[in-house]
Nanobody, 124 residues
Framework: QVQLVESGGGLVQPGGSLRLSCAASGRTFSRFAMGWFRQAPGKEREVVAVIGWSGGTIYYADSVKGRFTISRDNTKNTAYLQMNSLKPEDTAVYYC?????????????????WGQGTQVTVSS
């Protein structure tokens, strides 16, 4: 099992940027893919971005392509989500999750460990 702690959320104006971090402990971080998901009020949790164990495979949801960048530092056991050009529709609780696979996949069922979430609010 792996423990995940997100940080970096907050309130930002439309067009602004935030960088989320996900610190992992308890399992070999570098062997597994990591993902970021989000859940807005009244909506299903959806995948935002996923990165494979080495960074070689990456997936982005269409809604964030060109604006968000997922990365990882295996020496620090940390994954990141750089979010630029934020829109009000990006408002949600963002969760990081550790996959049971090495390579990037999209299904929520592929992720066995989840963080507690961090709120991102985009509003003027």
């Amino acid at each position: 099992q792996v423990q995940l702690v997100e940080s970096g959320g907050g309130l930002v104006q439309p067009g602004g940027s935030l960088r989320l971090s996900c610190a992992a402990s308890g399992r070999t971080f570098s062997r597994f893919a990591m993902g970021w998901f989000r859940q807005a009020p009244g909506k299903e949790r959806e995948v935002v971005a996923v990165i494979g164990w080495s960074g070689g495979t990456i997936y982005y949801a269409d809604s964030v392509k060109g604006r968000f960048t997922i990365s990882r530092d295996n020496t620090k056991n940390t994954a990141y989500l750089q979010m630029n050009s934020l829109k009000p529709e990006d408002t949600a609780v963002y969760y990081c999750a550790s996959s049971i696979y090495q390579f990037a996949t999209r299904g929520k069922a592929d992720f066995g460990s989840w963080g507690q979430g961090t709120q991102v609010t985009v509003s003027s």
